[in-house]
């Protein structure tokens, strides 16, 4: 009988980053026949792979083992500014054990409400599709992508451990375009959102270069009593990303959090018109890069940017000036301003802390 998901998912991958203009990529990617047979070869039915007869691949349906929170190291993606705090950490990302292979990095991608591998190192790794299924796609800066349910079944850092992991699989250029820039084409997988709040919180602390996992067993997060400064923001859930209201230039507006973007704000044209940031044929333009391709954007500095107490001036930002906007016309806020302070999820209370 032919496993049906319970819902519909329309994967949203918000993580990119930028490059040069010589390196524009507009071609979406896509998995070769012969990639999508040697796939389904290996393919399991939902039963085999530990899953329900019908679950929903909008959720988590794995588990998390951990007798206590753990610490690990982040990998260094050093930026253009490596002195300042933060910056030899461009995004969050950290080596695990996937399947038994050590050393496999991971990005922490709170733009992604989905997992993701690149076919290469699913394939190494003997991630198992699931028998079945239809492909679903996957949304993001450059367009739209298919891509493949399968299952990891055991991811650990160190002492934690996630079981029977629901993740995509792609095109190996839909991670490239968002990782490539940092290691010269290693692959890695992006854990997103759906994983992720199975937690009791995530604690990105880039200027010191760690990243904490809490099991639901610790509670709730408090602010560390070193911290010089703390504030915390109501998160929101859209569309399984989180959201939270910023106030730019004097403008409340809600923007998803994206951790795995190498980039300060992503406006979309309407209201980067409106601030007076952005008119056609006037503008600096570069490239954005994402799981569907690549995008001309033009780059600028927002004066003011407010996230709940913390505030930020001449902040960069940019805006997409070919194709569909991103994450449906929503402003994203990326990791360059995230990096420099410690930035927890706490899925159980619904907030972003961020701390000095």
Request: charged share 15%; net charge neutral.
């Amino acid at each position: 009988m032919r496993a049906k998901p319970l819902l519909s998912l329309v994967t949203v991958l918000l993580a990119g980053c930028a490059t040069g203009l010589d390196r524009l990529e507009t071609a979406t990617p896509t998995l070769s026949s012969g990639q999508r047979d040697a796939l389904f070869q290996n393919a399991k039915s939902p039963a085999e792979l530990g899953l329900p007869e019908r679950f929903s691949p909008n959720v988590a349906v794995g588990g998390v083992v951990s007798p206590n929170k753990v610490t690990a190291p982040l990998c260094a993606v050093p930026t253009h500014q490596p002195r300042e705090a933060g910056g030899q950490f461009g995004v969050p990302v950290i080596l695990a054990t996937v399947n038994g292979k050590a050393g496999v990095r991971i990005l922490l991608d709170s733009g992604s409400n989905r997992n993701l591998f690149g076919y290469s190192l699913a394939h190494d790794l003997g991630v198992n599709v699931v028998a079945g299924l239809d492909p679903v796609t996957s949304s993001g800066i450059g367009g739209s992508v298919d891509n493949f349910i399968g299952v990891a079944r055991s991811i650990k850092v160190d002492s934690l451990e996630l079981q029977r992991v629901l993740a995509l699989i792609g095109p190996d250029t839909q991670v490239l375009n968002v990782t490539h820039g940092f290691w010269n084409n290693p692959q890695a997988m992006i854990l997103g959102m759906s994983t992720l709040r199975m937690l009791s919180y995530v604690s990105i602390d880039a200027p010191n270069g760690m990243v904490t996992f809490a099991p639901r067993r610790e509670g709730a997060y408090h602010a560390q009593s070193s911290s010089i400064f703390t504030t915390a923001i109501p998160l929101q859930w859209v569309n399984g990303l989180p959201m939270i209201e910023t106030i730019i230039d004097g403008r409340t507006i809600p923007c998803y959090v994206d951790t795995g973007g190498d980039y300060g704000l992503l406006i979309p044209r309407k209201l980067a018109n409106e601030l007076g940031y952005w008119k056609p044929g006037h503008e600096n333009v570069g490239i954005s890069k994402g799981v569907g391709g690549a995008s001309l954007s033009a780059t600028y500095n927002v004066h003011e940017a407010k996230i709940g107490q913390a505030t930020f001036v001449s902040f960069p930002a940019r805006t997409q000036v070919t194709g569909p906007d991103a994450a449906g016309g929503n402003v994203l806020l990326g990791n360059i301003c995230l990096r420099r302070l410690r930035v927890t999820f706490d899925f159980l209370n619904g907030q972003l802390w961020l701390e000095r």
